[in-house]
């Protein structure tokens, strides 16, 4: 139990305070030396990448990114001095993300409780977890095309609106948000999953020896200790969100302006279209039809401070979780 | 009678040879067969008296002041509990009654907890826990009753203390909150709050913030939180799994004061390990071995005059 002293001979040599002699590499297996090499590689190599990537969007960025082109309109031209800004793609990917966010919570919550405290029987309990890892492993543009076929239902025509001659539009902002909780939903039901099964079986037993239902336990006691990592999952949820392009593409109409439908104020918008930084970075690279791609590296340069912060933010959110609780935070899985 | 002067008796019956001082059918081992159990003085001739070797000779004054055993509030009959067909607590028979500290004692293994946590049917929560027997409460039987409104009748403090990551007040407000179905104001809940954190002796350290969370509270602070939480629904008996265990000695000495007064108003049953602490706060005590009642009895009958050859051997240390 009691920590190792080093016992201090008289006249002996002064302990080294460090490590003791180690094996050479020289004479291990090859095979062992060649996978130490490329852990080491592998690991610096990801490093030097990403310092690539955010050091590249950054001097391109901050190079071409000015305060007016967060707060005025896109507008079309052939002139980049003419083209505008990107104030409604930015609303656009806001608006997407607190709906997607607002859709993916309460569902990711509820199933993740039914499995982490229910559960019962465990086949449905297995069928529940292996439906989340499929919305999870299938591609975004095949969850786009669903939504597609889903909202162009004549039940869905007031989530977005009827073309001339009938025909439903099937693209608003409910229905890219909609699709776009499914994109948010695996790490949140994670996250939460997680953060339940690790809450420590005592703070269960001191609530059912309190007289308190299952339901009220988990309701006043072990949300409020998962809160955090309901928090993590929202801020992984949201950085998915928001780098999302295919559902922007397909469901979203990907129109320059946001575009509402209707005349109920607020309703309006979320039944119209719009489209996001991701389809406008797309549309201005050289790739795109705008063939901006000064504004389309401002954009990007926008999008990539964005997610960056929200990473930051989830790794605050784990330090002062584990720091205030002393509950060990078993990060969301993506 | 005084423990020391129980003592001094024993001494003159033991030199003076006379085995048969207690009768086989002494009516204070109702439970233990007296054709199996040696007359006490026979023990006492075998070897020297087991009091002796117990060091704790205090007795808690408080205790000694408020001794009234009320009426009976708990009567557990041969009651058996196994887990997944291995017997864990073998047809035992108790009675607990308010004003008094039961004691459950006995080494690791042998049914303490489980009987314990089958008063409130804690153990229901263990799927392969099977019971027989019954349980009452006030005479009415426990499984009869609604596990929640049990449960707060019988209430539970634990070995850990477990406080919610929530502040105090809301700590000691959860228990008392949803027994009616409409949350209750917070100015409503405030003198019942801080009425169970002056009986549990908490109030007056954290009186100046009930807002702080429960959490940042020392381990005997917490603990005496979990008793405010416990003791705040008025419940009729109170559960102890050991709760000193992960305190440090002046948190054991400031909660085992205040099972002494929690004693007028309920009926205790804690289990320990500790038997010096046992015979501090205990009135009776029982001593359980591999699921079976040994021994049960007043604390002195128990640690002075023991009647099994194993609760001999238990109280003076030759196993545990």
Redesign the interface.
Known sequence: MSAFTPQYLPGGEPPNSGHGRRSSPWTWRWSDRLVLVCAWTAGIGLCLLSAAIVIYMGVRGIQYLRPGLLFTRPSVSTSQSQSGGFLDPLIGTALLAVIGIALAVPLAVCSAIWVAEYGRPSWLARVVESAIEIVAGTPDIVLALFGLAVFQLGLFAPLSFRAEGGGVFGRSFVAAGAMMSLIALPPLYAATRDGLLAA?A??R?????????RI?TIR??LL??VRSNIATGVTLGISRIVGDTAIVLLLLGETLHIEAQGSVPGLNVLRGTGSTLTTYVYDNSPAGEGAAPQKAYAAAFVLLVFVLCLNVLVDRIGRSHSR????ALSGGAV | MSPEEMLLEQHRFAREGENDLRPAGDPRSPLLDAEEVPPIRTIVLDRPPTAIALPVRERNPLREATSTTGPERLNVNELSVSYGGKPAVKSVSLSIHQGEVLALIGPSGCGKTTLLRTL?R?TE?TPSATRSGEVLLDGEDIHDLP??????RV??V?Q?P?????SIFDNVA??L???SRKRPHRRELEPLVIDALKRAGLYEEVRDDLDR?A?RLSGGQQQRL?IA??IA?RPEVLLMDEPCSALDPISTGVIERLIGELRRELAVVIVTHNLAQAHRVADRVAFLYLGDLVEYGSTAEVFEAPRAQRTRDYVQGAFG
């Open positions: 420590p005592h703070l037993e001191a609530a059912f020896a309190l007289g308190k239902t009220a006043r006691v409020p200790s205030a609780t002393g509950l | 409130n804690l929560l596990d929640t409104v049990l449960r707060t209430a539970m634990f850990q477990n406080p919610f990551p929530m959860f228990a909150r949803e027994q969370p959490l979990c939480r416990a629904p």
